[in-house]
């Protein structure tokens, strides 16, 4: 990974604009015979998650978005500005890495803020958990510039509703 002060990544994402919160889209526990919900909208300059887990049968929803490869190119850390509940919240990544023919989810968990303010975060990209379909898995070494999807998953096994609001997720220097 770089030097954080010698960062070159520029992947800025403004959710003050719509057509950055329609490049999200939904994946929920269903497609494994869950029953949790999961929307995102647009909504006062920001992009809103929110939904309920239902842990009978699954017990996550989430929303990804679609990356270039290259879009995160020198990336070491990312900074978030973010309004939680009080839910473990993590961002997902996907690169060309597999195992056994299945795409490595890459995850790091959202820093807690309080509940219900704006704040800023910063991740920094290292210590990931390696997963396909939530088991856990030995993988390479993440690859920021080999980023193919980003999402955001919850998956605490906590049944309820929740709500995340995202301003903008960019790279750190």
Not at 68 to 80: E, T
Not at 88 to 111: C, H, M, N, W
Not at 154 to 162: E, Q, R, S, T
Request: charged share 25%; hydrophobic share 35%; aromatic share 8%.
């Amino acid at each position: 990974m770089t030097d954080a002060s010698t960062s070159s990544c520029t992947m800025k994402m403004d959710f003050s604009e719509e057509t950055e919160v329609s490049q999200w889209r939904t994946v929920l526990d269903g497609v494994m015979g869950g029953r949790s919900s999961g929307v995102r909208f647009a909504e006062d300059n920001h992009m809103v998650f929110q939904g309920t887990i239902n842990t009978n049968g699954g017990g996550f929803s989430s929303i990804r978005r679609s990356m270039s490869s290259g879009d995160m190119a020198g990336a070491d850390s990312l900074r978030l500005r973010v309004k939680q509940d009080d839910r473990d919240y993590k961002l997902t990544f996907r690169t060309s890495e597999r195992f056994r023919g299945r795409s490595v989810s890459y995850q790091l968990a959202i820093p807690s803020t309080r509940s219900g303010e704006w704040e800023e975060v910063k991740i920094h990209l290292e210590n990931f958990s390696t997963s396909v379909f939530g088991c856990s898995v030995s993988a390479a070494p993440f690859d920021a510039s080999d980023v193919r999807e980003m999402g955001i998953i919850l998956a605490d096994g906590i049944d309820g509703d929740f709500r995340l609001e995202v301003a903008e997720i960019a790279c750190a220097s």
